[in-house]
């Protein structure tokens, strides 16, 4: 099993910037692929990016391509989702996810319910 724990959300004003970090513990974390999901209130989860195992494939919804960037410091067992150029409408609580990898394929994963692994979430607010 791996745990994961989010930290980094908060209140930031639209066209800010946040960093979120997601620690994993328990397992080899480069056996994982990861992912950041979100959830607004009244919405359903949904995918936001994805990263395989080593970092070098990536992969991101249409509402945050080129404003967000997901990445990982497999010696630190940590993976970051950096948010730039907030709107509003990003506002929700981020959710980071694992996945442990049937091979280093490069493989990421893009539906929720491809991942066993949860943490807890962070809020991000973004206000007008």
């Known amino acids: 099993q791996v745990q994961l724990v989010e930290s980094g959300g908060g209140l930031v004003q639209a066209g800010g910037s946040l960093r979120l970090s997601c620690a994993a513990s328990?397992?080899?974390?480069?056996?994982?692929?990861m992912g950041w999901f979100r959830q607004a209130p009244g919405k359903e989860r949904e995918f936001v990016a994805a990263s395989s195992w080593s970092g070098g494939s990536t992969y991101y919804a249409d509402s945050v391509k080129g404003r967000f960037t997901i990445s990982r410091d497999n010696a630190k067992n940590t993976v970051y989702l950096q948010m730039d150029s907030l709107k509003p409408e990003d506002t929700a609580v981020y959710y980071c996810?694992?996945?442990?990898?049937?091979?280093?394929?490069?493989?990421?994963?893009?539906?929720?319910?491809?991942?066993?692994?949860w943490g807890q979430g962070t809020q991000v607010t973004v206000s007008s």
């Open positions: 328990g397992r080899t974390f480069s056996r994982y692929a």
């Open positions: 996810a694992a996945q442990e990898i049937p091979d280093y394929s490069g493989s990421y994963y893009v539906r929720w319910y491809e991942y066993s692994y």
